[in-house]
């Protein structure tokens, strides 16, 4: 299975101290260049960095159409510009992005895609993780965007939440 990721869910997970649970979901992950400067720029503090520059299977590889990637960066940054490129490029079975433009484009372009929040629940649903609410939790309380719709809508699909249940 090939799998590109934004920076988005590299930092997300590390944020959360989950980072493994990419390895464990998919094996290995590629990631562009404009990516890896995002996660690993701010230094070795930065969420992500220090995993990122020490994971043998995260894979750094070049976009090729760099037209398409300065096409895309009139709506997007670089790190999703070249994710999305780069997914196109590899034929990538699913690409990891979260922000919500920069899925619509994805999708846009016939990319299976998830995010940070429904890799919890497939983690869940493959006994990877017990619950996915605390980390939703944690998500939130590090700044991670999430509206509500998003939070219980995950609680359902992971069976924390019944559909009529409301608050």
Do not use: C
């Given at each position: ?17 989950y980072?493994?649970?990419l ?53 997007l ?8 490129v ?25 990319l ?17 993780i ?16 999430m ?13 924390e939440e ?6």
């Open positions: 299975m090939i799998v590109v990721a934004n920076a988005g869910p590299l930092i997300a997970l590390a944020q959360i101290n980072f493994d649970l390895r464990l979901l998919y094996g290995e992950l590629y990631i562009p260049l404009a990516v890896r400067e995002e996660v690993v720029s701010s230094g070795q503090t930065h969420p992500g960095a220090v995993e990122v520059n020490s994971a043998d299977w995260i894979h750094i590889a070049e976009v090729r159409d760099t037209t398409a990637v300065q096409l895309l960066r009139d709506r940054d670089a790190g999703e510009s070249e994710a999305i780069l997914a196109i490029e590899m034929k990538a079975d699913l690409l990891l992005i979260d922000e919500a433009r920069g899925r619509r484009i994805a999708e846009a372009r016939g299976r895609k998830t995010g940070t929040v429904g890799m919890l629940i497939v983690a869940k649903r493959r006994g990877l017990r619950a996915v609410t605390p980390l939703l939790d944690r998500l939130l309380a590090s700044g991670f965007r509206n509500d719709e998003l939070y219980r809508i995950a609680r359902i699909l992971a069976d019944r559909p009529e249940d409301r608050v």
